[in-house]
């Protein structure tokens, strides 16, 4: 009686849910601590005996859960208490609570089974309603077993009301339940046959849905569905059968004949944009061999592409980006549209049409079309900008650079885009500088410009988005110093008091540059003074070189890294390239050759005071760097100042000297670092690793988690044994530590043949030290980007430009053919094994498979279709098993008129699967196995093996009765 | 199939958030606020397409319109169509109309529980089984007079709360 009364004034007393969204909106301040006072009323209210009381506290739960993203799971089994109210409004709040909050782990999902099941046979529609749209969300593997047959039910169910959403439920119940298919997909497919709009909208959408996971079973309903895209009067229903097709089309090529025609006819006829698109879009997808089809889709496009709506012209720019690959003329001819996109205000035309651009661009016109799209990126916003960079640069470099010709002209590209404000492709360009470098020899001495205009530009070291750059132009430069035409100005720069703005990683880069160039510098000094002879250290030389050769081998082209070791190594086979001098650079090669003297000539002018001041200027920035907080840069910076301080002793010691020996120690010192630096870094195939034989008794698999523990505290030992003990071999020990190198970044070296020379170049970089006096103030103009100020001309320039050489697209020779791009022979990329998609639900698509397979059967056999099939197909099992091969080749009498079965009528197809069914039948008896088999997921896979080359037959002789 | 519908005002607070498949409240939360901040950064008049992949999975698209002071979304697959799931947001906003005579937002704010009725029979499960405001409103009104003959035997809290709310 307590309980009643205080149910009762709970009941008085309670907020409805309007009570509730009124309060909260009159609560201007503090949202979350009203939700949570609510939620304990809640709470309160729905330990309630009253239904009333109940229902209402969980309807605003809901609404709290939905909207405000409260928590509702620990109200689970109060959902389950109103569901189960006979009142239909308490009913409603049930269902509705349990389809937004239950998922497949809500433990009392195990008990609204018979709920559900009352509810589905009740005979109120709006009762097994919401039953029904409780399970199209929630419905799991046992609920779907267990509601299976009820709702076989509802599949014939006189009222359309309730049959179509049963067919809807099916979905989620074929999903989560495949052998629910065994029993209602008979009755899912008569209900294609329907006169009701309904009921046909829901099978459809449900042949649509299971099509998308796996579209070959389906193939042989292409009849019916045929059937529908001519009568259908229905642009929803259209709309879905032509998704189906879409996905079917390309499994049976007899298929496009027959639906072209109607497809056509829809395009030309409809006035419903969407069917007229989904036309256009089946047709550019799945039938573009109908070359007359194809162009009325793309007359379509055209119409779309010029329309008011930015809908239509999105989706038109969308149906060209899809036609691209196979109908680049459709792109060409609509050009001027998409171009005039480029300028839209709606960023996603913008992107498509930018795509589309990119789609166009050949080698022929890649040139025109990067310069005017740098001008758009100039003037967009940065997120457009962007965009515009990344597609130019992976257009451009795609299969290592194939649309590039002129590759001065692309490195000075990639120069500027670096310098435009909103560039934040850093990554990539920093990525195609080094590859450039490293695979084009001829782009290097532009490449080195580009590097130098960079670096020496102090305000680009502000930029964090360039530092990555500044890393690859680092790099580049101090990699092939040789072709740089001032390596006093390139020390100067890399050496620049804002350096301290990078990070430490990238100063290291800088670092080892400075490294290579000083040496370069010392090399081109001492051999000014030295002559020809310099046999001393030709043994050493000829080690390296044999080195040399063991990496070109597996690695790059034979390339050479100076100019002077690059003409005797043509000489001599690379053996003792010291002994020759500067003045065997009359055999370079033409293209560069007075590049290169002008390179020489700057290098002749070393003067012995010029080197003490470089070396001054070194060894006095380098000492304020050894003080460097992070490990990369003062291990460098030591080795710096210390060889400097080497060097700088005996140089100074020898001046005035002109004796044949001076600078022995010295000379030797450089001439091994140079040796090391001469390597030649090339592309390295990805596969690489994988050809290197693991050597005996070493464990690939070991855990090495603990290494990091036992070596994180090890601080990196600093590399002074070079000049103690001389030759560089002796570096290799420390050499190994220290991996880090900007070289590994660039070209990762993973051949065992060249891990020997890979730590000598490593330990050789830690070696020097030194230091220089002053830092110049003087820094030539930054380079600007140039913008092109007239932007508004643009669109039309581009437009002509595409035209232009679109038209010609054999345009006249170009000056100078396309340099060598280095390639390994097996691809940079290890080529994407063409896999076909598997199919996802194995189990789903065998099931269906199998009814539709053995459908003629499960006719005659409705109320017990299993046993019979098991019973009748055991003893078949080997000729299903045998057939795949045969079958296959037999596919062309099946395609004859089955003899049994001449007359073709519509009704001739059940009887044409039957005759045929010996063929299918032969894997039932597994299939059986399989249903009591816990490895279901096993045995579906051999099932599908198997079952695969016979879809192939049994769909033979639906073809042609669809054909007739 | 579509995969969420919501309806949000302009200043991104939800009012109608239905998800056809699972996903825990949170990520609800989470899906709502993206969605929103993508669709305030855009301009008037310009296309009802967004990218949805980033935030609803692979193949998810994003069709929305802006009507008044509420965003109607819809976020779907590669199985419908772009342009019918325009016209879908069309019917369900004209049956809204219908409904509660010249919709506004504060008709969506205080009628929870018929909005999802109204989507509920247009969507069903994800899949679209009517297109016809016609024909959603005769079910809808069915379902509500039914709500309240079964709720008219509780005669009290009827009462009561009629007169609350007057």
Known sequence: MAGSSSSIMDNLFQRTLD??????????????????????????????????????????????????GVDMSWASFHVVEVMSSSLFSHKRIGYHAASISFHDSTPVLLLITNQLRKDLSSTNHFHASLALHCLSTIATLDLSRDLTPDLFNLLSSSRVFIRNKAIAVVLRVFDKYPDAVRVCFKRLVENLESSDPHVVTAVIGVFCELSSKDPRPYLQLAPEFHRILVNSKNNWILIKVLKIFARLAPLEPRLGKKIVEPICEHIRRSGAKSLVFECVRIVITSLSDHESAVKLAVSKIRELLVDQDPNLRYLGLHALSVAAPKHLWAVLENKDAVIKSLDDEDSNIKIESLRLLMAMVSESNVVEISRVLLNYALKSDPEFCNEILGSVLTTCGRNDYEIIVDFDWYVSLLGEMATIPHCQKDEEIENQLIDIGMRVKD?????????????????????????????????????????????????????????????????????????????????????????????????????????????????????????????????????????????????????????????LLSMKNFTHESVVSLLNRIELIFSSLTANQDVEVLERARNIFAFVQLVKAEIIDNSGQNVDKKYTQVSAVIKSIRDAFSMELGPVSISAQGRVAVPDGLVLNENLDDLKAICGDIELPSSSSFYTGGPQFGTASDASLSNLLKNDESGPSNESTSLLE??????????????????????????????????????????????????????????????????????????????????????????????????????????????????????????????????????????????ENPNPSSKSKERRRRGKEKIVEGEEPEQRGKKKSSHRHGRHKTHQRANSPLNVVSQAPVIPDFLL | MIRAVLVMNTQGKPRLAKFYEFLPVEKQQEIIRNVFAVLCSRPEHVSNFVDAESFFGPDARLVYKHLATLYFVFIFD?????????????????????????????????????????????????QVLETSSTEVMKAVEEISKLDAASSAINLVPKSVSSWRSR
């Open chain 1, 19 to 68: 009570d509730l969204i009124k309060s909260m909106r009159l609560q201007l301040l503090n949202e979350s601590t009203f939700i949570s006072k609510s939620i304990e009323d809640i709470r309160r209210e729905i330990k309630s005996t009253d239904p009333q009381t109940k229902s209402t506290a969980l309807q605003k739960l809901t609404y709290l859960s939905a909207i405000h």
């Open chain 1, 443 to 599: 782009a290097r001495l532009q490449l080195v410009r580009v590097a130098r205009d960079l670096l020496i530009d102090p305000a680009l070291l502000g930029n964090v988005y360039l530092h990555r750059i500044l890393c690859a132009a680092a790099w580049v430069a101090g990699e092939y110093v040789q072709l740089v035409r001032n390596p006093l100005e390139l020390i100067d720069a890399l050496v620049q008091p804002r350096t301290n703005l990078l990070p430490p990683s990238i100063r290291a880069v800088y670092i080892n540059s400075v490294l290579k160039v000083l040496c370069f510098c010392l090399d081109c000094y001492l051999d000014q003074d030295e002559g020809t002879a310099s046999s001393y250290c030709g043994n050493l030389a000829g080690g390296q070189s044999e080195m040399f050769l063991v990496k070109t081998h597996t690695e790059a082209p034979e390339l050479v890294a100076t100019t002077r070791e690059g003409s005797n190594y043509e000489q001599d086979e690379g053996f003792n390239p010291r002994n020759t001098t500067i003045e065997s650079s009359d055999d370079l090669s033409d293209e560069n050759d007075t590049d290169r003297v002008g390179t």
């Open chain 1, 758 to 899: 890979h730590r000598k170049r490593h330990g050789l970089y830690y070696l020097a030290s030194d230091k220089s006096e002053t830092v110049p103030n003087d820094y030539p103009p930054a380079n600007d980007p140039k913008a092109n100020s007239n932007i508004n001309d643009e669109a039309d320039a581009l437009a002509k430009l595409t035209e232009q050489s679109l038209l010609l697209k054999k345009r006249t020779n170009q000056m100078k053919p396309r340099p060598v791009v280095v390639k390994l022979d097996d691809g940079d990329a290890a080529p994407i094994p063409d896999k076909r998609p598997e199919p996802i639900n194995d189990s789903l698509s065998g099931a269906i498979k199998d009814v539709l397979g053995s459908e003629a059967n499960l006719s005659v056999s409705r109320s017990n279709p299993l046993d019979k099939s098991s019973t009748k197909r055991k003893g078949k099992k080997k000729l299903g098993t045998n057939l795949p091969s045969e079958m296959k080749e037999n596919l062309g009498d099946a395609e004859k008129p089955d003899p």
């Open chain 2, 78 to 126: 590669g199985s419908e169509n772009e342009l019918a799931m325009l016209d879908l947001i069309q019917v369900f906003v004209e049956t809204l109309d219908k409904c509660f005579r010249n919709v506004c937002e504060l008709d969506v704010v205080f009628n929870y529980s018929k909005m999802h009725t109204i989507l509920d029979e247009i969507i069903f499960g994800g």
